[in-house]
C-alpha cells in the first residue's frame, strides 16, 4: 500500500510542476470552468434536497452552467498556443466566438424558460 501512496503523490507533484508552466490566460479559464461546473453541481444538490417544483428552471440553470464551461473549455482549446490547430486564429476572434456563442446559448435558455 505504501507503493500506491508514493505513486500518487509522485503523480500529484509531476501535475502541479507541469500546470505552474501553464500560461496565466489559461488558468484563468480553468477558474472559469470549474467555477460554472460548480454552480451547476450546487444547483443539482439543491434541487435534490428541496425538490424539482420548477424543473425547467432547473433545467435552464444546469444546461446554461454546463453550456458555458463547454464553450469556456473551446475557448481555452483555441488560446492555448501549443495547439496547433488554431495558431492562425487570433485570440480576439477565439473570444469574440466564445462571446457570440455564450449570447446565442442564453437566448435558447431565455427561451426555454418560457
Known amino acids: 500500500m505504501p507503493r500506491a501512496t508514493s505513486d500518487a503523490k509522485l503523480l500529484i507533484q509531476s501535475l502541479s510542476k507541469a500546470y ?8 484563468i479559464i480553468d477558474l472559469y470552468v470549474i467555477c460554472a461546473v460548480a454552480t451547476a453541481l450546487i444547483q443539482v ?43 492562425d486564429l487570433p485570440p480576439e476572434r ?6 457570440l456563442c455564450n449570447l446565442v446559448l442564453h437566448l435558447v435558455i431565455m427561451n426555454f424558460l418560457g
Open 20 to 27: 505552474a508552466a501553464t500560461p496565466t490566460n489559461l488558468k
Open 45 to 87: 444538490a439543491y434541487m435534490g434536497l428541496v425538490g424539482s417544483f420548477p424543473f425547467n428552471s432547473f433545467l435552464s440553470g444546469v444546461l446554461s452552467c454546463i453550456g458555458t464551461a463547454v464553450l469556456a473549455v473551446c475557448l481555452r482549446i483555441q488560446v492555448n498556443k501549443d495547439n496547433k490547430e488554431f495558431k
Open 94 to 99: 477565439a473570444f469574440a466566438d466564445f462571446v
